[in-house]
């Protein structure tokens, strides 16, 4: 897959090291082309300028600060339709890292943004240094996922897999509000001094549909 990041930062160094070792060519860009730079060589992909960047890749993984999305959609273009058709994953978390305050809704934001997009939110709740996951599958880490498109949520699917996770589609685009909360549970979970892990229930599998 031509998977393109927009984002320089820690996440997208992360997953683009593990997308690049899995056979998948990277396309990174972003407001600071030294940053461009320094990223694409650190994940062993290209740098691009933020202009024409949409056309040149198959998916889209956004992987900026709350802070600043709006103004990164823009520099993209994304708002005159440059992402048109294309899957968009968004793991931006709209929370308040000291309180877990949720801020608003990233995904609902690029929905809203980028015309034409096919947008997933995905990857915001692990951190980028929990990839690659190896061992048992039965044993990955599932990935709560969510989107209205069945090709975008497949397209981010596997790109999940291939960081050694499993994707769980919880719902369409609607749980996206939702799926944000849960970072900041887990941010309020880890505030008390608690492993988040251990607050959630362990279901017993016989009460499990089998996963789709
Ligand atoms: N790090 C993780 O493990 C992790 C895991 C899951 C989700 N996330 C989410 O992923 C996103 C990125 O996190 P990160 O840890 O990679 O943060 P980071 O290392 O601080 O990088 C932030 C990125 O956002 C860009 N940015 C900030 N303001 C911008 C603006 N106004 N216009 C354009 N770009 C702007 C920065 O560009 P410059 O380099 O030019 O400043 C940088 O590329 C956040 O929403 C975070 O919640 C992170």
Same mark, same amino acid.
């Given at each position: 897959?031509?998977v #393109? ?5 820690? !996440?997208?160094?992360a ?9 998948h060519a ?17 994940i ?5 300028? +933020?202009? $024409?960047?949409?056309?040149?890749v &198959?998916?889209?993984v ?8 709006a103004?990164?959609?823009? @520099?993209? #273009? ?5 992402l048109? $058709?294309k %899957?968009? !994953?968004? =793991? ?10 949720? @801020? ?5 934001l ?12 995905? !990857?915001?709740l692990? %951190? $980028?240094?929990?990839? *690659? ?7 990955? +880490?599932v990935?709560?996922? =969510? $989107?209205?498109? *069945?090709?975008?949520? &497949?397209?981010?699917?596997a790109?999940?897999? &291939? ?11 609607? %749980? ?10 887990v ?20 009460? @499990?549909?089998?996963?789709?």
């Amino acid at each position: 897959m031509n998977v #393109g990041i927009l984002g320089t930062g820690s !996440l997208a160094r992360a997953l683009g090291r593990v997308w690049v070792d899995a056979g998948h060519a990277v396309l990174v860009t972003g407001r600071d082309p030294e940053h461009v730079t320094e990223a694409a060589r650190e994940i062993g992909g290209h740098g691009a300028d +933020p202009a $024409g960047f949409g056309s040149r890749v &198959d998916v889209v993984v956004i992987a900026v600060a709350w802070a600043g999305l709006a103004e990164a959609l823009a @520099l993209i #273009g994304a708002d005159r339709g440059t992402l048109a $058709g294309k %899957a968009v !994953l968004d =793991c931006t978390n709209p929370v308040d890292y000291a309180t877990g305050e949720l @801020l608003g809704s990233a995904a609902e934001l690029v929905a809203r943004t980028a015309t034409g997009a096919s947008v997933v939110k995905a !990857l915001h709740l692990f %951190a $980028g240094a929990s990839w *690659p996951r190896t061992g048992p599958a039965e044993q990955a +880490p599932v990935v709560a996922i =969510c $989107g209205d498109d *069945p090709e975008a949520l &497949d397209r981010a699917s596997a790109l999940i897999g &291939d960081l050694g996770g499993r994707a769980g589609v919880v719902g369409g685009l609607g %749980a996206a509000r939702q799926l944000e909360e849960a970072a900041g549970f887990v941010m309020r979970v880890v505030g008390s001094g608690h492993n988040p892990r251990f607050a959630v229930p362990d279901v017993d599998p016989a009460l @499990l549909r089998p996963a789709g």
